[in-house]
C-alpha cells in the first residue's frame, strides 16, 4: 500500500529553525510536494524534490533521499505567519499519475 | 496565476439529497482532482480526471460520482448525500508543465444533517 507519516504536531519559537520530518512507502515514486495551509483555507505550494538533495528557497528548504523514502522542510527565521499545516505529499506512478497527501504536522510558532 | 474556483463555499444539505459540488479551472489544465479533507486523515482522493469525458477513481470513490464534459470543469457528485460525507471538499488542477504541481480551491465546506 502506499502510507505517507509525519509528526501531528509541532511548536517551535519565532526567530528559530524547525525540521519537519516525512517518510514515505509508495511504489511508483515519482516526486514528493510540501504544501502550506493554513487553517481554514486552500493548501498552497511550497516546494518540490524528485531527486535527491537539498532545494532551498528563501527562509524553507526541502530536502529527499528516495533511498531512504525521507524528506524533511526545514524552516528557518520562523515568523508567527508560519504557524499552519505542513503537508508532505507523494507523486506515483501507478498506472496513472495521481498525488497522495500525508495527514500534515501542525506547526505552531510562539512568541 | 492559476486559479481554481468552487461554486459554493458553506453548504448545508439534507440526509438524502444530491449534491453538486462545481470546480472551473482557467489555465486549461489536463488534470483535475477532487479531495476530501478530515481532521487526522488528511487529503483523501475521491476521483481524478486526465482528459474530457475521463475520469479514475481514487482512493475512496464510493458514495461519489464525477463528471467532465469540458476541459476546464470537473464536477463532483453525491447522489445521496449522508452524514459521513460532511467534509471539507477540495478541488485541484495541475499539468505536466507546471512540473505537477497541484493548484487547490478555496474548498467548500459540506455539512449534511
Known amino acids: 500500500g502506499q502510507n505517507i507519516d509525519q509528526p501531528t504536531e509541532m511548536t517551535a519559537t519565532e526567530g528559530a529553525i524547525v525540521q519537519i520530518n516525512c517518510t514515505y512507502q509508495?511504489?511508483?515514486?515519482?516526486?514528493l510536494f510540501w504544501y502550506q495551509q493554513h487553517a481554514g483555507e486552500a493548501p498552497t505550494f511550497l516546494s518540490y524534490n524528485v531527486l535527491d538533495g537539498l532545494e532551498e528557497k528563501g527562509r524553507f528548504s526541502s530536502f529527499l533521499s528516495r533511498s531512504k523514502g525521507y524528506s524533511y522542510l526545514l524552516l528557518k527565521e520562523l515568523q508567527m505567519k508560519d504557524s499552519a499545516s505542513y503537508l508532505c505529499a507523494v507523486r506515483v506512478n501507478t498506472g496513472g499519475f495521481k498525488t497522495i497527501f500525508g495527514a500534515g504536522t501542525r506547526l505552531f510558532v510562539k512568541a | 496565476d492559476v486559479k481554481v474556483t468552487q461554486s459554493s463555499r458553506y453548504l448545508v444539505k439534507r440526509t438524502g439529497e444530491k449534491v453538486f459540488l462545481e470546480c472551473v479551472q482557467d489555465m486549461d489544465h489536463e488534470n483535475m482532482f477532487w479531495y476530501r479533507q478530515d481532521p487526522g486523515l488528511g487529503l483523501r482522493l475521491i476521483y481524478f480526471?486526465?482528459?474530457?469525458?475521463?475520469?479514475e477513481k481514487g482512493d475512496i470513490p464510493e458514495g461519489y460520482s464525477v463528471s467532465r464534459e469540458k476541459k476546464e470543469r470537473f464536477s463532483l457528485i453525491l447522489e445521496s448525500a449522508s452524514t459521513n460525507q460532511t467534509s471539507m471538499y477540495l478541488c485541484?488542477?495541475?499539468?505536466?508543465?507546471?512540473?505537477?504541481?497541484?493548484?487547490f480551491g478555496e474548498g467548500s465546506w459540506l455539512t449534511v444533517v
Open positions: 509508495t511504489s511508483g515514486f515519482n516526486g
Open positions: 480526471s486526465y482528459d474530457v469525458k475521463m475520469k
Open positions: 485541484a488542477s495541475s499539468t505536466e508543465s507546471s512540473g505537477n504541481t497541484i493548484y
